[in-house]
């Protein structure tokens, strides 16, 4: 069975850092596109960045741009979101998702939810003093 599982998450102190990671098993998503997305309380999914496993490129949504940077390791079949600097505002539940190949557009990353058909469980991340 396919699965994406994120340890990780937690409190962190605003102007901190805090990595987040996903680890895929159950398949191969080597043509997948990885994903991270977040949900706030009262607020929709969204997109925040995406890597692919074959070849280079990275995604981001403009608000996180500069300050969170998505990574993999391809030996420990690992992707990581790296949140640097993050603010209150910044406190959701953080989703690794994987999408299809298909939805590769070839000059950009997909970026809504239902182009992607695996999810992880969601690891909260509080941003507080």
């Known amino acids: 069975q396919a699965q994406l599982v994120e340890p990780g998450g937690g409190l962190v102190q605003p102007g901190g850092s805090l990595r987040l990671s996903c680890s895929p098993s159950?398949?191969?998503?080597?043509?997948?596109?990885m994903g991270w997305f977040r949900q706030a309380p009262g607020k929709d999914r969204e997109f925040l960045a995406a890597?692919?496993?074959?070849?280079?490129?990275?995604y981001y949504a403009d608000y996180v741009k500069g300050r969170f940077t998505i990574s993999r390791n391809d030996a420990k079949n690992t992707v990581y979101l790296q949140m640097n600097s993050p603010k209150a505002e910044d406190t959701a539940v953080y989703y690794c998702?994987?999408?299809?190949?298909?939805?590769?557009?070839?000059?950009?990353?997909?970026?809504?939810?239902?182009?992607?058909?695996?999810w992880g469980q969601g690891t909260q991340v509080t941003v507080s003093s």
């Open positions: 998702a994987a999408s299809p190949p298909r939805y590769y557009s070839g000059s950009d990353a997909p970026r809504v939810s239902w182009e992607y058909n695996y």
């Open positions: 890597i692919r496993w074959s070849g280079i490129g990275t």
């Open positions: 159950g398949r191969t998503f080597s043509t997948f596109t």
